[in-house]
């Protein structure tokens, strides 16, 4: 497969990348020539970057609504609260098989152009993968509500595996307290990795291989968010976007409010979701380059903008083309013409904001068969 006439973030002008095997094998300015058998598509104004990687989701979570009334001092009180005060709402979605709530949380960060989430919980059921899962790792949910996580903490058959954990989600004394029992209690010094980390501070930073930072929920709880651009200085930076219980179900919403703080350089923050993050979970997924894996995202470039204004102006309806792994995942009704070589069959139609969009699986069938256990769903995109 060669894609054609595409500008790279940084880059100098139009490139041209060729993939085979689910790997890119050159990218260049050379033309190549057409050759039998071999997709070539052409894009006008477009821009391609690797296929972002969400470092914190909940995938069963995505079908909630928002739930909250209240700016909260820690997660334990929000944890609280909403079960006293939306028992009925939190009823409703877990009626829902757990399999097609991970799906759809599959399917919703697809659509924004992740290939790579990185899920908090217990193990994904569902078989049903258009992207990868990350679970490489030992996940604990927090010091208040992991059951014996000191001794899960320090689990001698897990010491390679690194801890991702809620650490310091929280504007108290309790918050900032709490992290310095889990690193008193981290006895092996097995490698952490903090999620949200609001009370953290400089100092205990060091003690975290990286931070992975989810904005749009910091201030939809707490009313505040990590200190993003001192914390950088002691630890690496990744983004999430959790769940819909806390934030936009758009990823591109979270990275505008990330933005709009001005507590990371854009590229910096670009980073978080490319290279920083590739490097930390150990993908080979976070740039555009030779023998990296083929994850990545083709968009419309907005006219008068330069390419780090374009890529954070990005929505789901401007992604024209993905691809996981060298295989096309979505792509926009436009391109379809280029595409009379591909087998199409095993791809849905749905639409976001009015534009048309194919998806490998039968996204339709999924939204439909989550509407007879939850009828009150309510979906970003629609189908036929």
Not at 73 to 88: L, P
Not at 127 to 150: A, D, G, M, T
Not at 193 to 203: E, R, Y
Not at 310 to 316: E, G, L, N, R
Request: glycine share 6%.
């Amino acid at each position: 497969m060669v894609l054609s006439n595409v500008q790279l973030i940084g880059g100098s002008g139009p490139v041209n990348i060729k993939i085979a095997g689910g790997t890119i094998t050159e990218v260049s300015e050379n033309t190549y020539p057409q050759k039998a058998g071999q997709l070539q598509l052409t894009f006008n104004n477009a821009m391609a970057f690797p296929g972002l990687i969400n470092s914190h989701d909940h995938l069963d979570f995505n079908l909630f609504p928002q739930l909250g009334n209240k700016i909260y001092n820690n997660y334990t009180e929000w944890g609280k609260n909403i079960h006293q005060q939306y028992k009925s709402e939190i009823a409703a979605v877990l009626k829902i098989p757990v399999t097609l709530r991970e799906e759809w949380g599959l399917y919703k960060n697809l659509i924004c152009g992740v290939t790579t989430v990185v899920n908090h919980g217990e193990k994904t059921k569902t078989k049903k993968r258009p992207i990868s899962v990350h679970e490489q790792y030992q996940c604990l949910h927090s010091v208040q509500f992991q059951k014996n996580w000191r001794l899960k903490l320090n689990h001698p058959l897990k010491l390679k595996n690194p801890v991702v954990i809620h650490a310091g989600e929280g504007t108290d004394h309790s918050s900032r307290k709490e992290i310095d029992t889990l690193i008193k209690w981290n006895l092996l010094h097995k490698t952490l990795i903090a999620v949200h980390g609001v009370a953290l501070t400089t100092s205990q930073a060091k003690k975290f291989k990286a931070l992975v930072w989810c904005p749009q929920t910091n201030y939809f709880l707490l009313g505040k968010t990590a200190a993003i651009d001192k914390l950088k200085r002691n630890t690496t930076i990744l983004f999430g976007t959790d769940s819909t219980l806390t934030g936009h179900w758009n990823i591109w919403e979270h990275l505008r409010t990330a933005r709009q703080t001005k507590l990371l350089p854009d590229i910096d923050l670009y980073n978080s979701l490319s290279l920083n993050a590739a490097d930390v979970w150990g993908t080979s997924n976070g740039k555009l380059s030779k023998d990296k894996k083929a994850d990545l995202v083709i968009t419309k470039i907005k006219d008068g903008k330069n390419d780090l204004d374009s890529f954070f102006d990005t929505k789901p309806e401007s992604i024209m083309l993905l691809l996981h792994n060298g295989r096309i995942k979505l792509f926009d009704a436009e391109i379809y013409p280029q595409l009379a070589s591909v087998d199409t069959s095993g791809f849905s139609k749905i639409y976001i904001n009015g534009t048309c969009k194919y998806i490998e699986g039968d996204v339709p069938k999924l939204m439909a068969d989550i509407k007879q256990y939850y009828p009150e769903a309510n979906f970003p995109i629609s189908a036929d």
